[in-house]
């Protein structure tokens, strides 16, 4: 698979954190372009590489058409033996998971990069799971991350359940699954999680939390909540709703004595991590308009 090119849907479920908080970002993001920065393509080749391998450890290729492979991927500029250490890592994961699946039933069902489709609770909802492994009552998906910036944990995470729920839809009816796990494996941060939920309470989160927000969403409509999510929003600069939010939190009724109370300076720090990363936002923004001439105001 060429991973730059995987679809995405509008409403995906890398997303799904931030349309679930907040609906009409989506249609409100629609007005800007699809970009993708230097980080999006690294994860990119690193998903590429980790695709060789498991390719290989499924007898997909043999040793020599691995290597001729490698050799090529080598050439790449995301290529380093730091990025291949953590992809061997996500790989070693994925291949103990892989073998404890062929110890525990007779036929299980291991795929690589599958698309999932769940358009039945997400208007037009598809996306592609890393790794899905059927056996036995379990249904396991893993995900690489290949950032080492922010965490990310599988604990109710929307991403995960969202590729579960895909990945139900599509072999439910053939496997009597009953359990569902999803892991996530994070190598340059020595990040590995895992949730796990009963199929019926992830069918019940899918009727009663995400299928009312989808449906929103698609239409443009529901409440603007600002949030920690909304680092992942393209309109963050610009967005109004933010914008209010942050400076409320800037401009805090304190009260008299005029020296704050330790609860003052707490609710301060609570706040401070999302009014810089908001200050940052706009500011770059501004940069990035002055520059191209579009914004008069902030000249550099
Ligand atoms: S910046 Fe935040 S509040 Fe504004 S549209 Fe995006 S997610 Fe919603």
Redesign the pocket.
Known sequence: MNHSERAHASLSASGAS?WL??P??VR??EQYEETTSVFAKEGTFMHELSELYLSYELKKMTKAQLNKKLRQMKQNEFYSPEIEQAVKTYVDVVTEKMNEARASSKDPLILIEERVDFSPYVPDGFGTGDVILIYGDRLEVIDLKGGKGVKVSAVENPQMRLYALGALNIFGLLYDTQKILMTIVQPRLDNISTDEMQVDDLLVWAEEVVKPKAELAFKGEGD????D??RF????AT????AE?NLKLACMDFQKPPLLTDDEVTEVLTSIDQLMSWAKDVQEYAFAMALSQKFKLYSV
């Open positions: 931030r908080a907040c009409p970002s409100l993001s603007f909540i600002a949030g999510h909304c929003c393209k309109v963050k967005c109004r709703a933010r939010e």
